[in-house]
């Protein structure tokens, strides 16, 4: 229904016409590009896999001594037609350390995190390291297996924007078709820590909860800024509620887990204000601020604790 009227509306600022037609037509071919099933990778598993890996602690893949740059992966998991979110499906990782290797005796760089209630889900690790592949390198990849609740496992891979061994990489390279890598090439961005964050939306069959989705935090509400950031005893968080209800902040772990409730009360639409002051000895790393409106999680930002 949002939809027809943004469109609508689009149309009429336009005048209609064939022009507002075409345009549209458009439109609709970009809004679904932003919702693509997640495939396969053309590799499947490949020959590293170990069964039963162990749960990520605290959303943490890597040790804080792993050699490597840091790196934290975070997305949403959605149903097919990107309309519901996905909670409870297991993201099954694992990759090779900074010099390309596997632990194939142990679970190093191995584990799993559930998405929470909010179909999100978030590690911490380091960038995998180059291997070859017979005379060439595979692009540095994160293996992944996805399984929502009561779906079957999607086996597959993802690959960093600027890599210059994706083009000879027989599976990264993929563009089309059933192994397409495309929306699995994702970009990466490095924090004022050195860390580099990327964002991946992962699409699959599964029965989600309701939500809207689109533009949830344009819609509903977001958080603008968080400084200092990084922060050491208090950090100060500026949020803005654009439809009135019961607005939330609260502050998790990477593993989802609630460490403080910094705002629970019912707010009308404005600009607000809220400093999180550390009462005890919390650890370096990495901590997610939530806002939710209605119980809806509708925006986060990262924040780092030194
Ligand atoms: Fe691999």
């Not at 001594?65 to 975070?74: A, D, F, H, M, Q």
């Not at 995998?128 to 005379?135: A, I, Q, R, T």
Request: aromatic share 10%; with cysteine; proline share 4%.
């Amino acid at each position: 229904m949002k939809k027809e009227k943004s469109r609508r509306r689009f149309l009429k600022n336009l005048g209609i016409g064939s022009l507002g037609i075409m345009l549209l037509n458009n439109l609709e071919a970009k809004a679904n590009t932003t919702c693509n099933q997640t495939t396969l990778d053309y590799f499947g598993e490949g020959p590293f896999y170990t069964a039963n890996p162990p749960s990520m602690q605290n959303g943490q893949l890597a040790s804080p001594t792993e050699p490597g740059t840091r790196l934290v992966i975070s997305g949403h998991i959605f149903n097919l037609d990107c309309s519901q979110i996905v909670p409870n499906t297991i993201v099954d990782v694992w990759h090779a350390d900074n010099n390309g290797a596997y632990d194939n005796s142990g679970y190093n760089l191995r584990g799993q995190v559930l998405s929470n209630s909010q179909g999100f889900y978030s590690f911490e690790t380091i960038k995998p390291g180059l291997y070859l592949n017979g005379s060439t390198y595979r692009p540095s990849h994160i293996h992944v297996k996805i399984t929502p609740p009561g779906f079957p496992t999607i086996t597959t891979q993802i690959y960093f924007s600027g890599d210059q061994y994706i083009a000879s990489d027989a599976a990264a390279s993929i563009n089309s078709g059933t192994f397409d890598a495309t929306h699995r090439i994702i970009n990466l961005t490095t924090n004022n820590q050195g860390t580099l964050e990327g964002t991946w939306d992962i699409v699959v069959d599964g029965n989600g909860t309701l939500i809207n989705t689109n533009d949830l935090h344009l819609e509903n509400g977001m958080i603008y800024n968080a400084s200092p950031n990084p922060f050491n005893d208090e950090i100060r968080i500026n949020y803005g509620v654009f439809k009135e209800g019961l607005a939330e902040i609260s502050v998790y772990d990477l593993s989802g887990k609630k460490l403080a409730n910094l705002v629970e009360a019912h707010k009308v639409s404005n600009k607000y204000e809220v400093i999180w002051k550390l009462d005890k000895a919390m650890s370096s790393g990495y901590y997610l601020i939530t806002l939710k409106l209605n119980n809806l999680q509708v925006h986060h930002l990262k924040v780092y604790k030194l």
